[in-house]
């Protein structure tokens, strides 16, 4: 199995340094970069192109969010996990709208990050009920039929954005326009009950097909 590869991002020298010598002991992972300093992450990932991003959110320079968001903009292929001391209902709600595949407190057992870690190296994200319901007030809402009321084409868009893919890349599978993706996701959306990504990735890979692990279908 190739390793995947891992960047690092904390304000915190020696929390920095113990997250490295962490994640480094893990066969399937490879850390190709750390740094303290948030200002120059952005330049760091896009010239590593790693797989994993793991970013803490409040920094004195700049924050998480504000590299998610350009991670988002510039459409890197690199699924990014939040490590963070605390994290507000905004923040999370912020971070659920920009593509976020994981939080991860820092409170928890360093076995949590890498079990997030090796979720969503394997496409899936992470993320407890409990925060999300904190952030996303759909998440309380019943949804009658689920899953079952999404048209084919609507399924096949839903399994590739919960794969990680963005608008432009679904597009580009399908041979359709962008602006007829976002079309099909908000109907998505609509249907289900939910504002974002990751909402809909909980349901996505809840269905009962996929309680056995198996990989989900276009």
């Known amino acids: 199995m190739t390793p995947r590869n891992v960047f690092l991002v904390d304000d915190h020298p020696v929390l920095l340094r113990g997250l490295t010598d962490l994640v480094a002991m893990e066969p399937d992972f490879q850390v190709v970069?750390?740094?303290t300093d948030g200002a120059?992450?952005?330049a760091m990932i896009d010239r590593l192109k790693p797989d994993l991003a793991v970013?803490?959110?409040n920094m004195p320079d700049v924050?998480?969010?504000a590299l998610l968001r350009r991670l988002r903009a510039a459409d890197l292929p690199v699924r990014t996990v939040f490590l963070t001391?605390?994290?507000t209902p905004a923040q999370l709600s912020e971070a659920l709208a920009n593509g976020i595949w994981g939080v991860v407190l820092k409170e928890a057992a360093p076995d949590t990050l890498i079990d997030c870690l090796r979720r969503v190296a394997s496409g899936r994200r992470w993320?407890?009920?409990e925060m999300a319901r904190k952030a996303d007030p759909y998440w309380n809402r019943p949804v009658a039929d689920g899953l079952s009321t999404l048209t084919p084409r609507e399924m096949e868009i839903a399994g590739q954005a919960c794969r990680g893919l963005s608008n432009k890349l679904i597009a580009r599978e399908l041979?359709?326009?962008e602006g007829t993706v976002k079309i099909h996701l908000h109907n998505i959306f609509q249907k289900l009950r939910v504002t974002n990504r990751t909402a809909l990735a909980a349901l996505y890979y809840e269905r009962p097909e996929q309680a056995n692990g198996d990989a989900p279908k276009g």
């Open 127 to 129: 993320l407890t009920e």
């Open 55 to 57: 970013l803490d959110i």
């Open 40 to 42: 120059g992450a952005f």
């Open 85 to 87: 001391a605390v994290i």
């Open 63 to 65: 924050s998480g969010l």
């Open 175 to 177: 041979g359709a326009s």
């Open 33 to 35: 970069g750390s740094t």
